[in-house]
């Protein structure tokens, strides 16, 4: 079951992920908000300030590319990846399929917890996202990012689960086994959810 709720620019800011050189796993926002470096630090272990579960949804788009306009815009503050970049690493000489670009990705992309916990899930990028429970793993809606990927059903119907920039949403009531959830828009977006009987020993981030 997926409860939406929208976040505000603090929670945006509460919901980063350790800085680094790296576009892949640096934040934009630290650079701007220094305070967020303790939020940071919280992310890596997949829990927040209260030991909930939680996911963040990261891109790195740059704010700056108008060409990023037309398919939503990137609200990002800082983003260091044009759309051209971003477009040039869909696919690889050495792949039949999507790869896509590695700073479009969840952190952590594993979560392993117990039964009747819940997991927060927040888009700490500057792109729409869903994050939607499938079957199993496939393209999404969106086919110059489907290459050589059949798309999950799941991802053909409308969307209950997009999660816009600084939005929070909230995983509950998922049975014990193997979840998994991909983004509809950024296929190769995959998240595992393991959960295990309460009680179990679970609880961890990978």
């Known amino acids: 079951m997926i409860t939406a709720r929208t976040g505000c620019s603090a929670l945006l800011a509460l919901a980063i992920v350790a800085c680094s050189d790296d576009p ?3 934040d934009p926002a630290l650079a701007s908000n220094p305070a967020a470096s303790e939020a940071a630090s919280l992310s890596l272990s997949g829990s927040d300030r209260d030991g909930a579960h939680q996911i963040l949804i990261l891109d790195d ?8 306009a037309p398919t ?10 044009m759309l051209a970049e971003f477009n040039a690493l869909v696919r690889s ?7 896509g670009h590695p700073a479009w990705r969840n952190d ?4 392993d917890i117990s039964l009747d916990k819940s997991v927060k899930v927040t888009n700490a990028g500057g792109r729409l996202h869903t994050l939607t429970e499938v079957a ?7 086919p110059p990012l489907n290459v ?21 949403m909230r995983l509950e009531n998922l049975g014990v086994g193997l979840h998994r959830f991909q983004c509809c828009i950024h296929p190769w977006m995959r998240e595992l959810i393991a959960v295990s009987p309460k009680g179990d020993g679970g ?3 990978h």
């Open 24 to 26: 892949v796993s640096r």
């Open 61 to 68: 788009c740059d704010p700056n590319d108008p060409a990023w």
């Open 72 to 81: 939503g815009g990137c609200l990002l503050k800082r983003g260091r990846v």
């Open 93 to 99: 000489p050495l792949s039949l399929s999507t790869v």
């Open 108 to 111: 952590p992309s594993y979560l």
């Open 136 to 142: 199993n793993f496939g393209g999404g809606q969106v």
């Open 148 to 168: 050589g990927l059949t798309p999950a059903p799941e991802c053909l119907l409308p969307s209950t689960t997009d999660v816009r920039p600084g939005e929070s």
């Open 203 to 205: 609880e961890h981030a």
